[in-house]
C-alpha cells in the first residue's frame, strides 16, 4: 500500500507529458504547418524517451559521451517547458489580439528563447539570502553558512565550488553547514579532479551529511572527497561547535512506517539514531538531514533548529506548486511547535541547469539568543 502514492504520482507525471505533446504538437502544427502535426508528437516523444535514457544510463556517468548527452537532454527539455509556457501565453493573448497564426509562433519562440536564456542565467547565480533564528539557550551570535545541493556533475565543476567559496569568505561565518547532494554525476570524479579544493582553504569549521544523489553516485567516495577537503563528515553522530550541538543525520526515513522514493529502505531510521544518541536536550541543538523529514522526532529531543534542502522549491515553474504538495516544507522558514525548520532552495539544480520562479540560494544565519 505504501508504494500507490508513489505509483499515482508517476502515472499523474507521464498523463501530463501526454497532454503537454498533444497541445504543443497541434500548436506548432498550426503555428508552421510545412512540419506535420505527426512529425512534431513523435519528435517531441523521441525526446522525452532520450531523457528517460539519460537519466537511467547517463545520470552519473563519467564518461564525456554521456556528460553530453545528458546536457543536451536538460538544455532540450528546459525549451520544451519554456516552449510550452510561452504557447500558453501567446493562446491566452490571442484571445485579445487575434494575431495569425504565424506571428502567434514567432512570439512563442522568442518567448521561449528569453526565458531559456534567463532560466540558465538565473540558475547560475547564486544569491545570498540572511535570516535571523532566535535560538534558546545560545548566550553569544553565531553566524552560520547554509549551502545545500550543490550538484557538482555534468552541469557543474570546480567553478562552482570556487565562486561558493568565494561568497563564503565575504560573508566571514563562524561555522558553515553543508546538508548534501554535493554530487549527482561522477563526472567530477577521477584522478586529477580535485573539485572541492577551494574547500580547504576555508578556515572555519565545515560539517556534512550526505543526501540522496550523493548515495546515487557513490556515498563512500563522495565521503572520501569531502574528508580530503577538510569537511567534517557526520554519520549519523553529533558534534560541538561553541555552545552549539550539532546532529548531522544520515539521508533516511523518519521511521519504519514511512515511505521516502529519495532514500533507502534501511534498517535505521531517524526515530533510531537520535535515541542511540546522547544528546543533552537543554543545550542548543542544530539538526543536518538532507531533507525536511522526521521533524517531530528531532523537536521531541530538543532539537532548535532543522536546516535541510532536497526540494529545490520545485525549481522551475509551474513545478513551484507540485513541490508544495509533495513536501510539507519546501523553502524557507518554519516552526513546528518549539524547534525552527529552515529549508533551502539549494545551490544547485538537477536535471537541467535552468530556474523559474526559484533562486540558487546560499544562507547567513544569524543564531541569536532567544
Known amino acids: 500500500m505504501k508504494y500507490i502514492g508513489i505509483i499515482l504520482f508517476f502515472v499523474a507525471i507521464l498523463a501530463l507529458i501526454a497532454g503537454a505533446i498533444i497541445y504543443l504538437s497541434g500548436r506548432l502544427a498550426l503555428f508552421f504547418p510545412a512540419i506535420p502535426r505527426k512529425a512534431w508528437v513523435w519528435g517531441f516523444i523521441a525526446l522525452f524517451v532520450l531523457l528517460f535514457l539519460c537519466m537511467s544510463v547517463f545520470a552519473t556517468t563519467a564518461g564525456v559521451v554521456g556528460k553530453s548527452i545528458f546536457i543536451f537532454c536538460g538544455i532540450a527539455v528546459s525549451v520544451f517547458l519554456f516552449l510550452l509556457l510561452s504557447v500558453a501565453v501567446t493562446d491566452l493573448l490571442n484571445l485579445f489580439f487575434k494575431f ?3 506571428t502567434r509562433g514567432i512570439l512563442s ?6 526565458l531559456t536564456v534567463y532560466g540558465v542565467w538565473n540558475a547560475y547565480t547564486i544569491r545570498v539570502k540572511e535570516i535571523s533564528i532566535p535560538v534558546k539557550g545560545l548566550t553569544q551570535e553565531i553566524r552560520a553558512v547554509h549551502i545545500t545541493d550543490v550538484h557538482l556533475g ?4 570546480k567553478g562552482q565550488v570556487d565562486r561558493i567559496v568565494s561568497k563564503i569568505k565575504k560573508l566571514n561565518p563562524d561555522v558553515v553547514f553543508n546538508t548534501g547532494d554535493m554530487f549527482d554525476s561522477k563526472a567530477q570524479f577521477g584522478e586529477g579532479k580535485d573539485v572541492l579544493a577551494a574547500f580547504r582553504t576555508l578556515d572555519m569549521p565545515h560539517y556534512f551529511v550526505y543526501g540522496n544523489h550523493d548515495q546515487h ?3 563512500e567516495e563522495v565521503i572520501r572527497q569531502m574528508k580530503a577537503a577538510n569537511v567534517t563528515v557526520l554519520l549519523n553522530e553529533m558534534a560541538t561547535f561553541g555552545e552549539l550541538q550539532i546532529i548531522g543525520l544520515n539521508n533516511m526515513l523518519p521511521d519504519h512506517n514511512s515511505f521516502d522514493m529519495h532514500t533507502n529502505d534501511d534498517s535505521e531510521t ?3 539514531v537520535l535515541n542511540k544518541l546522547e544528546i543533552k536536550e537543554d543545550q542548543p541543538t542544530i539538526v543536518l538531514h538532507h531533507r525536511p523529514d522526521g521533524v517531530n522526532y528531532m523537536q521531541a529531543k530538543g532539537g532548535n533548529l532543522l536546516l535541510a534542502g532536497h526540494t529545490h522549491a520545485g525549481q522551475i515553474f509551474p513545478f513551484i506548486y507540485i513541490a508544495k504538495l509533495m513536501f510539507g516544507y519546501n523553502r524557507g522558514l518554519y516552526q513546528y511547535e518549539t524547534m525552527d525548520i529552515y529549508v533551502s532552495e539549494g545551490v544547485g539544480t538537477i536535471f537541467a541547469p535552468v530556474r523559474l520562479g526559484t533562486s540558487s540560494e546560499m544562507t547567513l544565519i544569524r543564531l541569536i539568543p532567544e
Open 100 to 102: 495569425t497564426p504565424h
Open 109 to 114: 519562440v522568442s518567448l521561449a528563447a528569453l
Open 154 to 157: 555534468n552541469f557543474r565543476g
Open 217 to 219: 553516485v557513490g556515498v
Open 270 to 272: 531517524i526515530e533510531d
